[in-house]
């Protein structure tokens, strides 16, 4: 039983909203070849750079992902309301804009390309091009998040959140490849982004998409539409990692 498991309760409806989000870990969107490389080895700059615009394009839009969902709740959701805001004040850094998520996140890969290459980098001087598969996770997300169905947002919302956590533990092992281009504490200074996520944030954030979604859920129809949300991000999330793995890997063209 996890941490997570146990701090939850386990009414028939929560266990089956736990029993779908616990099989993310038996989906390719964690099971992968990109994983796999990433933590194996250290890619050359170029590669580096693909890895930091893809990823940095599939998790920008986490906050509207988020919105769109809560938009859709009703006014009588309390509990899954109240749980969504929370999330949305985590990622926008509880209200100081240096601590936004999605700013911490550039400031790591802006820091770690100008390590490995020699120079000052700047994020948003990179190419900006990205993979078919991270535009797909973008534009068919939005759709996902934003369903009239607000069971089918909130399935997408469960897998991004038990996806996440376990995405982050791997990204932070396979960066830990590249210590050799930071003084240590250095290393670990620049790492604030996967820190907050996978010392707090990301655990809290799993807690409350079940606790979300059961609550939203009163019927077998709900809880098909949840499902149906569930595992079509998952799916969308593993072509994003499996195209990300063929350009990402040494030798190949992209």
């Known amino acids: 039983m996890s941490a997570v498991t146990a701090e939850l309760h386990t009414d028939s409806h929560e266990k089956r909203v736990l029993d779908l989000a616990e099989s993310v870990y038996r989906h390719p969107a964690l099971n992968n070849a990109f994983y796999d490389l990433w933590r194996s080895t250290e890619l050359p700059a170029p590669k580096v750079e693909i890895v930091a615009r893809n990823f940095f394009a599939q998790v920008a839009p986490t906050v509207n992902r988020l919105a769109l969902v809560f938009l859709r709740m009703s006014p009588d959701d309390l509990v899954a309301r109240s749980e969504t805001v929370e999330n949305l004040n985590d990622e926008m850094g509880n209200g100081d804009p240096k601590k936004v998520h999605t700013v911490l996140l550039k400031n790591f890969f802006s820091v770690l390309l100008s390590r490995i290459q020699g120079h000052e980098v700047e994020f948003d001087d990179i190419d900006p091009t990205v993979l078919p598969a991270t535009q797909r996770v973008v534009d068919e997300g939005a759709k996902l998040f934003g369903h009239e169905n607000v069971k089918v947002g909130c399935g997408a919302l469960l897998a991004q959140e038990w996806h996440a956590y376990a995405q982050l533990v791997y990204l932070y092992e396979g960066s830990r490849n590249y210590m050799r281009h930071f003084a240590l504490e250095e290393f670990h ?66």
């Not at 707090?200 to 129809?221: Q, R, Y």
């Open 189 to 254: 200074e620049h790492c604030e982004f996967f820190y907050l996520h996978i010392g707090a944030a990301e655990k809290e954030h799993k807690l409350h998409a079940v606790s979300s979604s059961a609550a939203l859920c009163k019927t077998e129809e709900d809880l098909e539409a949840l499902e149906f949300g569930f595992t079509s991000y998952l799916d969308l999330l593993a072509d994003f990692w499996q195209e990300l793995a063929v350009a990402a890997a040494p030798g190949s063209e992209a």
